[in-house]
């Protein structure tokens, strides 16, 4: 039942979404153009840019969600992973990494090097590959408010719902939303999330139907088709939305360390290694530059210099040596 309602929202969404003006942001533009490096041609004068990109980053949809059996099933739309690498790679924010169908063809030329089937200087040795820091995770929601004559829908079938409409009158307001989650790699912590949305304001409905029937199998969808110009229109306020916040980026920061067993006790846990909540990381780097086992900055984030010092601090006051600031260590500091 929940898969064919959420078919029936996204369906009544994009069958009444017509040819008036785009809004997003206060702009009318959809995602299009071009990049090459740094470089870029027809971007949306809305796009936000950075100078200087903030990390590599990795697109990854994930293929089982239902709106995304209804995007390319039903509305025969393609991935969303060309238009937002075209739209962060314009933006200069982030150094894109390919990690979808072509990472198969680099690493069959990876195997024929291998082989030895490859030239002597076509130099595919190892260690070439970049890491992505980060990878954003898309999503979309559709709603719709009908008005005029109102609209009857009929023909829900089974899985995710095919819809066979009969619509009559106009719609008052048609809305596309979507959600971008940035997650770091290494950690597999959320660094940002942002929604974003478009919309389509006082239209008919009558020539829609024209645009079905072509397939909308590339990227020339999401900037021709009105229901492909909803979508993109709402990832690029996503987008912009993010990148605004990450500008502004500030890591949430935990006493003892992310990971480390956090300060809410949870009842029956075992929380004899955790460190005191009113002890924190830049508490344990203060006394540690104290006693001159600690030289870099006190900023609270864990890295090698602060693992280092704490682990000199346990090995020479008899404690197990982790370098993690646990409940004995922060004990021993406070006790200094």
């Known amino acids: ?21 785009m809004q997003v942001g206060g702009g009318k533009n959809p995602v ?9 041609t027809g971007a949306a004068s809305t796009l936000e840019h950075c ?17 995304y059996a209804v995007l390319t099933g039903q509305y025969h739309l393609p991935s969303t992973v060309p238009l937002l ?61 009908t008005g005029g004559g109102g609209a009857a829908l009929a023909g829900v079938g089974g899985g995710y719902g095919a819809i066979i409409g009969a619509i009559a009158g106009s719609m008052k307001s048609s809305e596309a939303s979507t959600t971008m989650m940035l997650t770091d790699t290494r950690s597999g912590v959320q660094v940002a999330a942002a929604q974003g ?31 492909g110009k909803v979508i993109a229109a709402a990832f690029l306020d996503s987008y912009n939305q993010m990148v605004k916040s990450v500008r502004q980026y500030a890591p949430q920061r935990v006493a003892g360390g992310l990971g480390a067993g956090g300060a809410l006790a949870v009842d029956g846990a075992n929380s004899a290694n955790a460190a005191p909540a009113n002890f924190s990381l830049s508490d ?27 682990s000199t601090f346990q090995k020479a006051n008899g404690l197990p040596v982790t370098g993690q600031l646990d409940a004995a260590t922060s004990s021993a500091l406070q006790a200094r």
């Open 1 to 21: 039942m929940k898969s064919c309602l959420l078919a029936l929202g996204v369906s009544t969404a994009l069958l009444l979404t017509g040819c008036a003006d």
């Open 51 to 67: 100078d200087h990109p903030l990390g590599t980053l990795a697109v990854e949809e994930n293929t089982n969600d239902p709106w």
């Open 197 to 227: 949305s478009a919309k389509n304001i006082d239209f008919g409905v009558s020539g829609l139907f024209d645009h079905f029937g072509s397939g909308g199998a590339s990227l020339g969808a999401y900037s021709q088709t009105p229901e």
């Open 284 to 310: 344990a780097q203060r006394k540690l530059a104290q006693l001159g086992l600690y030289t870099s900055k006190v900023d609270g984030m864990p890295g090698p210099g602060t693992s280092r010092a704490i």
């Open 32 to 40: 299009g153009g071009s990049a090459g490096g740094a470089t870029s």
């Open 85 to 145: 690498r075209l739209m962060i790679q314009q933006s200069n924010c982030f150094v894109v990494v390919d990690r979808g169908q072509a990472m198969n063809s680099m690493m069959g030329e990876r195997g024929l090097a291998a082989s030895g089937e490859l030239r002597s200087t076509s130099s595919m040795g190892k260690g070439q590959m970049v890491a992505a820091d980060y990878v954003v995770t898309p999503s979309i929601q559709f709603s719709q408010n």
